[in-house]
């Protein structure tokens, strides 16, 4: 295995260089980038919101309001229908989702019938008008009642529509922003993603975001005093509108449109000549100047209304008739509020209402920190790592930590290309990567260390090492992978970046681990020749201690029983402090303008918002303060409410850097598919480890890692640390380094299973685990020198998330020992299942021999 032909040693280093190449732009500003020549390299990685600051939006289309728009528009074509058919009609009206109409001739009903059969036509709704859907169905209850109901097929169309409609004009929307690279796409049936990176007003965002823009002209009617409309009863044929201003004036507005804003071509913020204020000039399309024209020709001296979602902007007097197909909009604007309804109005209307169901946003001072943080957390842990690996291996120990570079090199070349964004928990991922990575060199050196003591040469103690740490390598890393793959599907966000980061890292790791420090090794014995093991701490550790682990595992099963009792008792009488991904609700954190945040002051104002439960504490610096607003009655629109009104409250003594707000639609699901996520990837490593190995081992490693779950569950409890998606994602990696363990050692008693077939299942255990003892040991602690760096360098926002997996770590390694081996004797494993085909043709030639005898 240590032989390299010349194609294979140019192929490794190939690759390499491809992954240093497409990774070092990375280490450079934006303008030395530029002034490089273009043949180079200039990609750099999308860095996340929590990165470079930003919004992350989640827009649903209101489904109730397209039911109610299409509710109205049947009604409309019905009246049409049937006056166009000449047929009498009563009753025509709407409720929940049918509209019904009763023909009051007898002898009208087939006429009426036929007049009416249009609405229930299938309409063209697949890619090239391949597929139909029939949106309305009608049924009579008694004769001469008709009643149209919409179907379920109709109106998931409809919010498909929408959906597809929305994302469009959202674009429009925020590309007149003129932000840099915007991800705007459907998630799920009816929701639009909006993630804008960089942007320094998301407030405004969300202004423009929050409107569907659809604007009208209509003519004011006077034939009676607003007043007494509002008093009595408005004419037919017209409502009672209230204007933008404050306070609002009332405009009785006739109901007929005149011209809407699907007539538009252009709108432009300006100013008006004469009184020098902001203003927005538009123009229309010639159909639209032709109905503008007549309507202001005709009614010279009244007052025309325009109106935006059914709010009066402005209700100017037509002086003359105004025939050139343009006109402005005046009001009480700023320049920006001019800007933004210019952007409106260019982007065209949404086809319905979108609510806010969910909002991540970061200020760019905030991201900056998060850069900084996360750049000294990974230097701090990769020296670590560096100088524990030289110390503990020596020369090995260099070709390791040159592999761990040129792995980590690849993992930021791969994230680069694929475009993938790198969040704060991405760096999380790959400063994990950097203490796991270096557990395949761990089990591949102490192979060789054993193939030493037995009597063999350097050279073959590396090459046997190598070829026997193979099938250990790819199942411990594969079932790692399995984790990252569930985290990727079943999270969101930081979670999914943690899970991408992850993922490429163990690829990267198995390919190193395998060519890379292979090719390097193979070198090194070509060039020096050595004939010791390289002199390092490691030596100093025995090969096989002789702890008898299986003596205590009686004391193990009693203490990890008492753990678990006492965690489920914890969830009758404690309750999780969940965090806004699960319950809903505002996380706020904000820095003070001055020398010093008051948190009492805080508390104190925000109390009297009747916003119901706030909690605000101390994060970071004196500055700093972390603000919680329990989830609100309203539903969605209402948590975006309260954010407002916090806001208001606060934003003349302090600076917003962060806000997330999860409505209640959203916490529901993020809570059901984090509780599948931690279930699936138990099943699929239970099928993957039984497929590998046998059943025993596969329940063996489910029940060790169901303890783990439980304890780092009782950890959250105890210490009332914040539950929440990041959680979720601590228990999985978790579960993925505890399985990682667990199967190391697994490989290690399936391996002396064939070897020692008399020896007593409980010796044969407790040796293999004092055997991978010491990669067991080294592992954990390479590990945890990249964690420590993450808390302690990494920031306050996942602090608490690297804390789980700091004792996960512990827990993982303590149930690795003293529960996942012990289950096999439980479960009654039996030395016969690993015979080979050899060993069975042997046994059955000795009982045909015995017989004959």
Known sequence: MLYFSRWKTVSIWL??????????????????????????????????????????????????????????????????MLRDARVGYTGLSGSGRAVQVRVRDASAIEAARTALQPLTQPVSAGLFGTGTVTELSLAEPEPGL???????????????????????????RVNELGTTEPIIQRQGADRVLVQVPGLQDPQRLKDILGQTAKLTFQMVDQSVPVQEAIEGR???????????????????????????????????????????????????????????GQATQQNVGRLFAIIL???????????????????????????????????????????????????????????????????????????????????????????????????????????????????????????????????SNVIIFERVREERSQGRSLVQSLDSGFQRALATVVDANLTTFIVAVILFYMGTGPVRGFAITLGIGIITTVFTAYTLTRWMIAFWLRRQRPTEFPAGLVNYLPLEPKIGFMKLRNLGFALSGAISIAVAAMFFVTDFNYGIDFKGGSLIEVQAKGPEADPGDVRARLSDLNLGEVQVQEIGNDRELMIRVQGQEGGDNAEQS????????????????RVEVVGPTVSGELARTGTIGILLSMVAM?????FRFEWQFGMGAIVSTAHDVIVIVGIYLLLGLEFNLQAIAAILTVVGYSINDTVVIYDRIRENLRRYKKMPLDQLIDLSLNQTLSRTILTGLTTLMALIALYFFGGEVISSFVFAIIVGVFVGTYSSLF??????????????????EKDKEAAAKQVATAGKV
């Open 642 to 657: 309260a954010v407002e009104i916090v806001r208001g409250e606060l934003a003349s003594d302090y600076d917003f850097r």
């Open 309 to 439: 979602d059914n709010q009066v902007i402005s209700a100017p007097q037509i002086r003359e008739p105004i025939l050139g197909g343009t006109g402005q909009i005046s009001g009480n604007f700023t320049v920006q509020s001019a800007n933004d309804l210019a952007v409106l109005l260019r982007a065209g209307a949404l086809p319905a209402d979108l609510t806010i169901v969910e909002e991540r946003t970061v200020g760019p001072s905030l991201g900056a920190d998060s850069i900084e943080a996360g750049k000294i957390a990974s230097m701090v842990g990769a020296v670590l790592v560096i100088v524990t690996m030289l110390v503990v291996y020596g020369k090995l120990g260099l070709i390791a930590n040159l592999a761990l570079a040129a792995n980590v090199g690849m993992i930021v070349a791969v994230l680069t290309l694929l475009g993938a964004t790198l969040t704060l928990p991405g760096i999380a991922g790959i400063v994990l990567t950097m203490g796991m990575a270096v557990d």
């Open 146 to 172: 008709f009643r149209f109901t919409l179907t379920d097929e109709g109106i998931n169309y409809r919010v498909s529509s929408a959906v597809t409609q929305s994302i469009e004009v959202v674009g429009r």
């Open 686 to 690: 239970l099928v993957y480890i039984w």
């Open 234 to 292: 408005p004419p037919a044929g017209s409502t009672v509108m209230y204007s933008t201003d404050d306070p609002p004036v009332p405009y009785l507005i006739e109901s007929r449109v005149i011209v809407s804003g699907e007539n538009l071509v252009d709108a432009q913020a300006t100013f008006d000549q004469r009184t020098n204020e902001p203003v927005v000039s538009f123009r229309f399309d010639n159909q639209g100047a032709s109905r503008f």
């Open 819 to 836: 529960i996942a081996g012990p289950m096999l004797i439980l479960f009654k494993l039996r030395p016969d299942m690993f015979d080979t």
């Open 15 to 80: 690759v390499v260089l491809l992954g240093v190449i497409y990774s070092i732009p990375n280490l450079f500003s934006q303008s030395t980038l530029d002034a490089l020549p273009n043949w180079l390299p200039k990609q750099q990685m999308t860095l996340g919101l929590d990165l470079q600051g930003g919004s992350h939006i989640l827009l649903q289309v209101d489904r109730q309001d397209l039911i109610n728009e299409r509710l109205a528009s049947t009604r409309d074509d019905i009246r049409t």
